[in-house]
């Protein structure tokens, strides 16, 4: 009886303890808002709608945006602002950078991962960090080392696939181009071989989980009031974030020191190739500043930047593929009209060696083709800066100082009032004028940011998806495993597939 009451008394004081914080967050959130006032965004509900939507949030924002470009959530201590606005965008993102910065409330929700990497910092950290980044990102050092790394793992990804040429067999694509990125983002970042694709080492494997598990509960942080009590008590997924980054800083803590040592064995100081030995080398000039926990920061932030965002790119590409054959062979056609061996017989691995700079930039169906699956499957589908001033927006919309204000990337590629009434349609075509290229506004196409902030590894994804694209189109054709299956996203930082792209493959031609 005794423990029966016990247990009654302790789930009526935890119900009781919910109903109050519930009751004072409702109040809190619906206080001093103005949200009947016409010269703020129209409010669509609260951050609990997020919650609510969790499974399927960007096309939820997707269907509020169609009637509402920019609207609001309320949040408990301030209102979250969403647009698809172009104008607003150029506003935060350019005209106005100074007044909207990632702010205290991104920094305090990512810094325990991100540190005060690029991706976090503002002000005098971020620009001494981008500073360094760019002029290593333009080096023709980095971008030979980078290329021929991805020349590697392309042939090194058509064996891979060769493996299930055969109309019975099906295999998790995203699963492959998943380890193949890694594989080229480890050489690239930290000079290693990883060797993913093809047995990976345990450690290398124990990292990975790592950075896949804190990506997603980062992301939850967004969503979740209660994240930072959860971190106070050490319960949760804040217990296994807090896990899983030990385990990202043992990794690269210990790559920092090994390469130290090399580094101090070695001469030859500025031929060095990949990005952390060139970071170590600059940090000799500023050992204080630029100290191991710093390089862990910035090289951390690199790998996850690159990491995800071309694998994931790379999946939903070969996903509309299957969905539209006709483009499909059409990319394959141009493969074979811009390499001249479509007939010839021709091994994997000299198909990659011969895809230069120069044949990659005539690719012009391609880089639409690849551009059109941004547009419509944006690797980051929703970003957002903090008010650092109260302020309008171009839309006419007040905003108060602190509120957050997000772009939706994802909504954005489906807006008739952007794009057009076939906006939801995959259509390379609409990227090219007799046959060439043509760019958009960075504001309206804005899978990589835009402004002082724009991505600083745009061409570095471009190389990289079109030699693996080229490699796999030239040897394979591919079609869906299960036509009748729903491919969709996994809601976290980056648009992950849902669940893997179950393919079937045969061979072209050789
Ligand atoms: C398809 C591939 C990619 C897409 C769609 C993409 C998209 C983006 C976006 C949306 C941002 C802004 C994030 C923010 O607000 O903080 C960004 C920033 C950045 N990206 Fe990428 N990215 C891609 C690949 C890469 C790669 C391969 C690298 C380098 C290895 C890279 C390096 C960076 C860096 C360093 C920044 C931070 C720039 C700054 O804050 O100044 N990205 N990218």
């Given at each position: 009886m005794g423990i029966f009451l016990t247990i009654v008394t302790f789930a009526g004081f935890s119900l009781l303890f919910l109903v109050l914080t519930f009751s004072f967050l409702i109040v809190k959130i619906y206080s001093s808002k103005s949200f009947r006032d016409p010269s703020y965004p129209p409010v669509t509900g609260t951050v609990f709608h997020q919650l609510f939507?969790?499974?399927?949030?960007?096309?939820?924002?997707?269907?509020?945006?169609?009637?509402q470009p920019t609207f609001r959530l309320l949040a408990p201590a301030k209102s979250k602002i969403f647009t698809t606005d172009t104008r607003n965008i150029e506003h935060i993102l350019k005209?106005?950078?100074?007044?909207?910065?990632?702010?205290?409330?991104n920094q305090d929700i990512v810094k325990d991962l991100f540190g005060q990497g690029i991706f976090a910092v503002d002000g005098e950290k971020w620009k001494q960090q981008r500073k360094l980044a760019s002029f290593e990102f333009s080096t023709r050092v980095l971008r030979d080392f980078s290329c021929a790394a991805f020349r590697r793992n392309a042939a090194k990804m058509v064996k891979a696939v060769s493996e299930f040429a055969t109309p019975d067999r099906v295999f998790d694509m995203q699963d492959i181009l998943m380890r193949c990125t890694l594989d080229s983002i480890f050489k690239v970042g930290f000079g290693v071989d990883l060797n993913c694709l093809d047995g990976s080492s345990k450690e290398g494997k124990k990292f990975i989980k790592a950075l896949d598990e804190s990506n997603a509960f980062i992301y939850w942080r967004y969503i979740d009031p209660f994240w930072k009590l959860k971190r106070l008590l050490n319960i949760g997924c804040e217990a296994s974030l807090k896990k899983n980054i030990k385990v990202i800083d043992d990794f690269v803590h210990k790559l920092i020191s090994t390469k130290?040592?090399?580094?101090?064995?070695?001469?030859?100081?500025?031929?060095?190739?990949?990005?952390?030995?060139?970071?170590?080398?600059?940090?000799?000039?500023?050992?204080?500043?630029?100290?191991?926990?710093?390089?862990?920061?910035?090289?951390?932030?690199?790998?996850?930047?690159?990491?995800?965002?071309?694998?994931?790119?790379?999946?939903w590409f070969f996903y509309l593929l299957c969905k539209n054959p006709l483009i499909q062979e059409k990319i394959a056609q141009e493969v074979g009209d811009v390499t001249g061996n479509q007939e010839k017989e021709i091994n994997f691995d000299d198909f990659a060696a011969n895809l230069t700079d120069?044949?990659?930039?005539?690719?012009?169906?391609?880089?639409?083709?690849?551009?059109?699956?941004?547009?419509?499957?944006?690797?980051?589908?929703?970003?957002?800066?903090?008010?650092?001033?109260?302020?309008?927006?171009?839309?006419?919309?007040?905003?108060?100082?602190?509120?957050?204000?997000?772009?939706?990337a994802y909504a954005m590629g489906r807006m008739p009032y952007i794009w057009g009434e076939d906006a939801e349609e995959f259509r390379p075509e609409r990227w090219l004028k007799n046959g060439v290229f043509q760019p958009e506004s960075p504001f309206k196409f804005i899978a990589f940011h835009a402004g002082p902030?724009?991505?600083?590894?745009?061409?570095?994804?471009?190389?990289?998806?079109?030699?693996?694209?080229?490699?796999?189109?030239?040897?394979?054709?591919?079609?869906?495993?299960?036509?009748?299956?729903?491919?969709?996203?996994?809601?976290?930082?980056?648009?992950?597939?849902?669940g893997g792209l179950h393919l079937r493959t045969i061979s072209r031609k050789n």
């Open positions: 939507h969790f499974n399927r949030l960007y096309d939820y924002q997707t269907e509020v945006a169609k009637k005209t106005n950078f100074d007044k909207y910065a990632k702010g205290e409330y130290r040592n090399l580094l101090a064995m070695q001469e030859d100081c500025n031929e060095k190739e990949d990005i952390l030995s060139r970071f170590l080398v600059a940090s000799q000039e500023d050992p204080e500043k630029m100290n191991d926990k710093y390089l862990r920061d910035i090289i951390l932030n690199f790998m996850i930047a690159g990491k995800d965002s071309s694998a994931n790119t790379l999946s120069e044949t990659l930039e005539k690719m012009h169906y391609l880089h639409a083709a690849l551009t059109e699956t941004l547009r419509l499957y944006p690797a980051v589908p929703v970003d957002g800066r903090n008010a650092e001033t109260d302020g309008i927006l171009p839309d006419g919309y007040r905003l108060r100082k602190g509120d957050g204000v997000f772009y939706m902030r724009i991505c600083l590894g745009k061409d570095f994804a471009y190389r990289q998806m079109k030699i693996l694209s080229m490699a796999l189109l030239r040897f394979f054709r591919f079609r869906l495993a299960d036509e009748t299956k729903i491919v969709t996203y996994r809601t976290m930082l980056t648009l992950h597939m849902d």
